[in-house]
């Protein structure tokens, strides 16, 4: 396998959780220096491939190396070379965000005065520096997950494994995240990000895997996936979100495919195969009576992607490997 210009290769990969195969022979190959994103919904195998990767657990079968070296006969050389931070903050909660990261930093080999000075630069670059004196028990969940990450760049990674980071975050904490991870790749770092969150894919990913069942089932940029299911999409938002359903089964005869409805109420989508076909929809709508308050013509989202190659919505699913934690 090359290892020049890739951070991860890995072949063939599976894993099984008594008789439930939670990666089922899957092939990743993340170039340096950029952010792979790893899509899917719980229960995909998302974790437990990112777990293979950072040697914490050994494949049943296949092969993976990461920086060039085998996850399984060199995993010393590869867990220093990497960091992860998984769904669940690592952090001590009785201990101040100064605390913590001091203490890593002797269990890293520094001195107490290095260890200070590392603390401090990593809090103030975080935007905590004034609650560096507070217990983690009293930071909000975004001030602790960045706390966790910062926790893993102690002694600055290689590469990092990022495992569902924004996970039950407010929008303004996921987008603080976010920033973190461009300015992490901006100074060198691969990041390998996790998430069931497509616009967290879409927003901060050079490449994309799709994983479901513990397969992959696509993999490219997100604007070549889009492009992959069709011409464009059409993106519709009513005056009146009451009259949602006849619009959507409106559009559906006008446009001879399937509608979602988004997350705003009076907000919908259709697959589209060009300007023409949007036009005579809205024309039908205007006839109807039904009026729209604004509309944008665009390539699918990554969430029409999902459901377009896997048959369902990215909707989470329920799994039972160590008390209901992702595979």
Excluded: C
């Excluded at 004196?133 to 966790?148: E, F, H, N, P, V």
């Excluded at 009146?240 to 409106?250: I, K, S, V």
């Excluded at 377009?308 to 329920?318: K, L």
């Amino acid at each position: 396998m090359g290892t020049t210009t890739n951070a991860v290769e890995a072949e063939g990969l599976v894993k099984t959780f008594g008789d439930v195969r939670a990666v089922d022979g899957i092939d990743l190959s993340v170039p340096r220096g950029a952010v792979y994103g790893v899509l899917g919904p719980n229960g995909a195998g998302k974790t437990t491939t990112i777990r293979i990767l950072a040697t914490l657990l050994r494949p049943e079968a296949g092969t993976a190396r990461v920086l060039g070296r085998d996850v399984v006969r060199e995993a010393d050389a590869v867990r220093g070379l990497v960091s992860l931070t998984g769904q669940f903050a690592s952090v001590d909660e009785d201990l101040t965000g100064t605390e913590n990261l001091v203490l890593l930093g002797r269990l890293y080999g520094y001195s107490r005065t290095r260890a200070k000075h590392r603390a401090a630069e990593l809090l103030e670059a975080f935007g905590l520096a004034e609650a560096a004196s507070k217990q983690a028990k009293a930071y909000s969940g975004g001030m602790r997950r960045r706390l966790d990450i910062a926790a893993s760049l102690v002694v600055t990674p290689q590469l990092m494994f990022l495992d569902e980071p924004t996970t039950g975050l407010d929008p303004r904490s996921r987008s603080q995240v976010w920033e973190i991870v461009r300015a992490l790749v901006a100074q060198g770092t691969t990041v390998l990000l996790t998430t069931q969150y497509l616009d967290e894919a879409d927003q901060l990913a050079d490449r994309v895997a799709v994983i479901d069942h513990g397969k992959v089932i696509a993999e490219g940029s997100p604007s070549r996936l889009k492009a992959s299911v069709g011409a464009g999409a059409l993106h519709v938002r009513l005056m009146d979100p009451e009259r949602r359903g006849e619009a959507t089964a409106l559009l559906e005869r006008a446009l001879a495919t399937e509608v979602t409805a988004d997350g705003d109420p009076g907000a919908l989508s259709a697959r589209i195969d060009g300007q023409e076909a949007a036009a005579r929809a809205l024309a039908e709508l205007n006839d109807a009576g039904i009026d729209v308050a604004e509309f944008a013509l665009g390539q699918p989202s990554l969430e029409e992607v999902f459901l377009a190659i896997t048959g369902h919505p990215p909707e989470p699913s329920v799994d039972d490997e160590q008390g209901g934690r992702e595979r």
